[in-house]
T-cell receptor, first 114, second 114 residues
Framework: AQSVTQLDSHVSVSEGTPVLLRCNYS??????LFWYVQHPNKGLQLLLK??????LVKGINGFEAEFKKSETSFHLTKPSAHMSDAAEYFC????????????FGSGTRLSIRP | NAGVTQTPKFRILKIGQSMTLQCTQD?????MYWYRQDPGMGLKLIYY???????DKGEVPNGYNVSRSTTEDFPLRLELAAPSQTSVYFC?????????????FGDGTRLSIL
């Protein structure tokens, strides 16, 4: 069975400092993994995706994530936080050819202190 | 470049009323999904469709119905509104479920049942 766990419900960092949002997954096969961002009163927007190619994935707005199979993790990072990064972030596990099995994490709210 | 469009954006219903949440996409995607998002939770799949004329239940289908008569449209019907259906509803679409295929989301419909 698949599952995804976002280890922090809320992360607060100062502007200009690094961001780390943690995601662990469980899957019986190599999954596709995604990070989405949700700004207030908006839908989810794709940040980046992992699809069994490079383990270090670069996304939009300076975010990147590293797939670590041995640790079953897919943590999202950014070297320097910006005020506009304040949002909700979701880690998502997607199986091959099963629309009903897409699993969303519970989300991490990122706050940025001036 | 509209993407996924949801209407209405906000709605207040009385218990027992019915309504239809509209969703349309202009990307010619075969797969479409309806999710609900409750506070502090990830997204829960209500119904999904893999093509015109084909729909199936997700994790939380009770109290809802869908239809898919065209590739573009995937309306969600609430027949007898209940307070437990107060939520934010998101429609999404994708080319398929598979390696590296992200979902595209609408901006949501915020529904309150009083």
């Amino acid at each position: 069975a698949q599952s995804v766990t976002q280890l922090d419900s809320h992360v607060s960092v100062s502007e200009g400092t690094p961001v780390l949002l943690r995601c662990n997954y469980s899957s019986s096969y190599s999954p596709s993994l995604f990070w989405y961002v949700q700004h207030p009163n908006k839908g989810l927007q794709l940040l980046l995706k992992y699809t069994s190619a490079a383990t270090l994935v670069k996304g939009i707005n300076g975010f990147e994530a590293e797939f670590k199979k041995s640790e079953t993790s897919f943590h999202l990072t950014k070297p320097s936080a910006h005020m506009s990064d304040a949002a909700e972030y979701f880690c998502v596990v997607t199986p091959y050819s099963s629309a009903s099995k897409i699993i969303f994490g519970s989300g991490t709210r990122l706050s940025i202190r001036p | 470049n509209a993407g996924v469009t949801q209407t209405p954006k906000f709605r207040i219903l009385k218990i027992g009323q019915s309504m239809t949440l509209q969703c349309t996409q202009d990307m010619n995607h075969n797969y479409m999904y309806w999710y609900r998002q409750d506070p502090g939770m990830g997204l829960k799949l209500i119904y999904y469709s893999v093509g015109a004329g084909i729909t199936d239940k997700g994790e939380v289908p009770n109290g809802y119905n869908v239809s898919r008569s065209t590739t573009e449209d995937f309306p969600l019907r609430l027949e007898l509104a209940a307070p437990s259906q107060t939520s934010v509803y998101f429609c999404a679409s994708s080319t398929m479920t598979g390696e590296g295929q992200p979902q595209h989301f609408g901006d949501g419909t915020r529904l309150s049942i009083l």
